[in-house]
């Protein structure tokens, strides 16, 4: 099918896209200009008539817009405290404009400054509070501190006081990667299933029950692997417990829409658990419209849940 029949296809649901990403021009002369890439893809060009075009052409009504790795966290790793946090203060005042100009368009998760803890509860304040972001977007791993790590309890405080909506996406693995294969490839995939695991086996998920958490990617492989984790990562030990938890969390089908990855996730994730993905930029749009397209022909699913219904749960402004 083409973009017409994507279009038109469920047309009951027009798409919010949970898994969108930003890449505003000063941003990407930022990363470059510190010869970063996102997990070993190239910072692409984004703009947003181009963004709209591509969410019309794949029935998306609204995107949640987000940044990809590496953040701004290379910076704040490095001690440049202030350039960090003026970045993410960017970062967040731009997608708070486009939000505002286009209105039911856009949404966004707001850009914070782990490991700088401080940063990051200002940032937090003025994103939520201020700016009105629909929640915040997290790095799985930060120079190889996991999310659930102590050292992001007071964050996690703050952000389960405040009922928020943390969007987890993976970044570098603390380790070399293999020869000739990017991280984005396969490395990705882990780091979001260690976040997920570490959040439920430190107990974060135990101590902050009001905060909604996705997972990119359909979760890495916390659904293929959800039974082999279970008791490993449940606080108690039983597994009942680390299933449970691992099933708190939300799921988007950004590049997992597939027939072998949708079984998995469909088995193990609640129904009302499971969004909508495009990845756009870094999924070039043919790529992000194959795998739309693998999930709007896929039987077996509530495509209008996916799509549209379960986000409205979280993000109620666009209904």
Known sequence: MGDAAL????????????????????????????????????????????????????????????????GVEPASARG????????????????????????GRFGFFATLTL????????????????????GIVLLAN???????DPAFDELFDELDLRSAVVFVHPSHLPAPP??????????????????AANLVKSGTTLRCPSLKIILSHAGGFVPFAAARMAANVAPSGEGGEGLSHLRRFYFDTALSA?????????????????????????????????????????????HNAVNRDNAVKLFPRFA
Do not use: C
């Open 115 to 134: 490991p700088d803890v401080d940063g990051a509860l200002e940032e937090l304040d003025y994103a939520l509070g201020t700016l009105k972001a629909d």
């Open 80 to 103: 440049e405290l202030q350039s960090a946090r003026s970045m993410a203060r960017q970062l967040n005042e731009y997608s708070a404009d486009l939000a505002r100009d286009h209105p």
């Open 7 to 70: 279009k038109t296809q469920n047309t009951g649901a027009r798409r919010i896209d949970t898994h969108h990403h930003v890449v505003p021009d000063f941003y990407r002369k930022w990363l470059t200009d510190r010869g970063l890439d996102a997990g070993g893809l190239p910072i692409p060009v984004w703009e947003p008539g181009k963004a709209l075009d591509f969410m019309d052409s794949t029935a998306v009504q609204t995107a949640i817009l987000s940044v990809s790795t590496p």
């Open 258 to 302: 597939s027939p072998y990855a949708l079984p998995s996730l469909l088995a193990f994730a609640d129904p009302d658990h499971i969004l909508y993905g495009s990845d756009y930029p870094y999924a070039a749009p043919p790529r992000s419209k194959a795998f739309t397209q693998a999930f709007d022909d896929y039987t077996g699913v509530d």
């Open 178 to 195: 293999v020869p000739g294969l990017a991280p984005y490839v396969a490395d990705f995939l882990l780091d979001t299933t260690r976040a």
């Open 142 to 148: 930060t120079n190889g501190v996991y999310l659930g």
